[in-house]
Protein backbone atom coordinates (compact mmCIF):
# COMPACT_ATOMS: atom_id res chain seq x y z
CA UNK A 1 0.00 0.00 0.00
CA UNK A 2 1.31 3.20 -1.20
CA UNK A 3 1.25 6.47 1.45
CA UNK A 4 1.16 10.02 -0.20
CA UNK A 5 2.21 13.11 1.23
CA UNK A 6 1.70 16.34 -0.30
CA UNK A 7 3.84 19.68 0.52
CA UNK A 8 4.53 23.19 -1.06
CA UNK A 9 0.89 24.65 -0.60
CA UNK A 10 0.61 28.48 1.06
CA UNK A 11 -0.72 31.35 -0.22
CA UNK A 12 0.23 33.55 -2.97
CA UNK A 13 -1.62 36.38 -4.95
CA UNK A 14 -2.58 36.08 -8.49
CA UNK A 15 -0.45 35.86 -10.95
CA UNK A 16 2.01 34.05 -8.78
CA UNK A 17 3.37 30.54 -9.08
CA UNK A 18 3.41 27.85 -6.65
CA UNK A 19 5.16 24.19 -6.58
CA UNK A 20 3.75 21.51 -5.09
CA UNK A 21 5.04 17.90 -4.43
CA UNK A 22 3.65 14.55 -3.48
CA UNK A 23 6.40 12.32 -2.22
CA UNK A 24 5.13 8.33 -2.21
CA UNK A 25 6.47 5.67 0.22
CA UNK A 26 6.18 3.01 -2.60
CA UNK A 27 9.63 2.20 -4.15
CA UNK A 28 7.99 0.22 -7.29
CA UNK A 29 6.36 3.84 -7.71
CA UNK A 30 6.97 4.08 -11.03
CA UNK A 31 4.15 1.35 -11.18
CA UNK A 32 1.36 3.88 -10.61
CA UNK A 33 -0.09 6.00 -12.94
CA UNK A 34 -0.51 9.89 -10.29
CA UNK A 35 -2.74 12.26 -9.93
CA UNK A 36 -4.12 15.51 -8.50
CA UNK A 37 -7.29 16.65 -8.01
CA UNK A 38 -8.29 19.54 -5.72
CA UNK A 39 -11.30 20.24 -3.37
CA UNK A 40 -12.89 24.07 -3.11
CA UNK A 41 -14.81 24.73 -0.13
CA UNK A 42 -18.74 23.46 -0.81
CA UNK A 43 -17.91 21.80 -4.12
CA UNK A 44 -16.83 18.15 -5.17
CA UNK A 45 -13.13 17.16 -5.29
CA UNK A 46 -12.85 17.66 -8.97
CA UNK A 47 -9.70 16.23 -11.23
CA UNK A 48 -6.43 19.17 -12.19
CA UNK A 49 -3.97 16.96 -13.83
CA UNK A 50 -2.10 12.67 -14.24
CA UNK A 51 0.71 11.43 -15.70
CA UNK A 52 1.53 8.09 -16.42
CA UNK A 53 3.78 5.64 -15.05
CA UNK A 54 6.72 6.95 -17.08
CA UNK A 55 5.98 10.48 -17.53
CA UNK A 56 5.21 10.05 -21.27
CA UNK A 57 1.53 11.21 -20.98
CA UNK A 58 -0.19 14.05 -19.20
CA UNK A 59 -3.67 15.58 -19.14
CA UNK A 60 -5.36 17.87 -17.86
CA UNK A 61 -8.43 19.66 -16.99
CA UNK A 62 -9.31 22.69 -19.27
CA UNK A 63 -9.56 24.98 -16.54
CA UNK A 64 -5.45 24.54 -15.97
CA UNK A 65 -4.55 24.05 -19.17
CA UNK A 66 -1.44 26.02 -19.99
CA UNK A 67 -1.06 27.19 -16.75
CA UNK A 68 -0.26 24.11 -15.05
CA UNK A 69 2.54 21.39 -15.51
CA UNK A 70 2.66 17.70 -13.68
CA UNK A 71 6.30 16.30 -13.84
CA UNK A 72 7.25 13.35 -12.06
CA UNK A 73 10.32 11.59 -10.67
CA UNK A 74 10.55 8.08 -10.58
CA UNK A 75 14.05 7.74 -8.63
CA UNK A 76 13.22 10.23 -6.38
CA UNK A 77 9.37 8.53 -5.72
CA UNK A 78 7.87 12.47 -6.49
CA UNK A 79 5.20 13.58 -8.51
CA UNK A 80 5.06 17.42 -8.75
CA UNK A 81 2.50 19.81 -9.77
CA UNK A 82 3.86 23.68 -11.18
CA UNK A 83 1.27 26.02 -11.09
CA UNK A 84 1.78 29.29 -12.63
CA UNK A 85 -0.52 32.18 -13.26
CA UNK A 86 -2.38 31.65 -10.21
CA UNK A 87 -6.17 32.78 -9.72
CA UNK A 88 -8.43 33.42 -6.68
CA UNK A 89 -10.66 30.21 -8.51
CA UNK A 90 -7.63 27.62 -7.79
CA UNK A 91 -8.16 28.30 -4.30
CA UNK A 92 -8.49 24.83 -2.78
CA UNK A 93 -7.20 21.49 -0.39
CA UNK A 94 -4.95 19.75 -3.72
CA UNK A 95 -4.56 15.83 -3.01
CA UNK A 96 -2.43 13.90 -5.07
CA UNK A 97 -3.79 10.33 -5.93
CA UNK A 98 -1.84 6.95 -7.23
CA UNK A 99 -3.67 4.33 -9.23
CA UNK A 100 -1.99 1.29 -10.28
CA UNK A 101 -4.45 1.41 -13.21
CA UNK A 102 -2.21 2.09 -16.85
CA UNK A 103 -4.43 5.22 -16.96
CA UNK A 104 -7.23 7.24 -15.05
CA UNK A 105 -8.35 10.80 -14.92
CA UNK A 106 -11.58 9.84 -13.01
CA UNK A 107 -11.48 10.37 -8.91
CA UNK A 108 -13.43 6.76 -8.75
CA UNK A 109 -10.13 5.16 -10.65
CA UNK A 110 -7.80 6.14 -7.89
CA UNK A 111 -6.99 4.36 -4.85
CA UNK A 112 -4.68 5.74 -2.87
CA UNK A 113 -4.50 9.58 -1.49
CA UNK A 114 -2.94 11.84 0.49
CA UNK A 115 -3.77 14.12 3.36
CA UNK A 116 -4.33 17.08 0.85
CA UNK A 117 -2.15 20.67 1.02
CA UNK A 118 -4.51 23.87 0.58
CA UNK A 119 -3.38 26.42 -1.56
CA UNK A 120 -5.19 29.81 -1.34
CA UNK A 121 -4.31 32.49 -4.05
CA UNK A 122 -5.88 35.98 -3.08
CA UNK A 123 -6.87 38.71 -5.71
Known amino acids: QVQLVESGGGFMQAGGSLRLSCAAS????????MGWFRQAPGKEREFVAT????????SYADSVKGRFTITRDNVKNTVYLQMNSLKPEDTAVYYC????????????????WGQGTQVTVSS
Open 97 to 112: AATLQSWATRRDEYVY
Open 51 to 58: ISRIGGRT
Open 26 to 33: ERTFSRYT
